[in-house]
């Protein structure tokens, strides 16, 4: 997010200023829709950071019915057989939501992409 807003001109704010607005008004009428390929790529990826993680839901759920996919599709492994047909069918289900988010916020992740760290 930092090497994003570093891309966006210093002139805009000041002329938001110069406009009379306000520094809440120049970060919500200006900045955030500016800013908005950085904040869908942001969230792809701690959507999918968050959705594959293992550990934390591990440590933290008591409860069977609290498990997220990725515990639910470790207890698919035993330790001396693996229904494989079974796992791989679960492995993707599980990948359908994180594969429609990403073709929902495709374009705005390209460019989220695309213009984080370049300097001008």
């Given at each position: 997010?930092?090497?994003?807003?570093?891309?966006?001109?210093?002139?805009?704010?000041?002329?938001?200023?110069?406009?009379?607005?306000?520094?809440?008004?120049?970060?919500?009428?200006?900045?955030?829709?500016?800013?908005?390929?950085?904040?869908v790529?942001?969230?792809?990826?701690?959507?999918?950071?968050?959705?594959?993680?293992?550990?934390?839901?591990?440590?933290?759920?008591t409860?069977?019915?609290?498990?997220?996919?990725?515990?639910?599709?470790?207890?698919?492994?035993?330790?001396?057989?693996?229904?494989?047909?079974?796992?791989?069918?679960?492995?993707?289900?599980?990948?359908?939501p994180?594969?429609?988010?990403?073709?929902?916020?495709?374009?705005?992740?390209?460019?989220?992409?695309?213009?984080?760290?370049?300097?001008?």
């Open positions: 997010m930092r090497q994003f807003f570093l891309t966006i001109p210093i002139e805009l704010e000041e002329a938001a200023t110069l406009d009379g607005a306000t520094r809440l008004q120049t970060l919500w009428q200006i900045m955030l829709p500016l800013a908005r390929p950085a904040l790529t942001l969230f792809l990826f701690t959507f999918i950071g968050e959705w594959n993680d293992l550990f934390k839901p591990l440590v933290f759920t409860r069977p019915e609290l498990r997220t996919v990725q515990l639910v599709l470790a207890e698919f492994q035993e330790q001396f057989t693996n229904d494989w047909s079974l796992l791989m069918a679960a492995v993707v289900i599980a990948t359908i994180v594969v429609l988010l990403f073709l929902v916020g495709q374009r705005q992740f390209i460019r989220g992409i695309a213009a984080t760290g370049i300097k001008n």
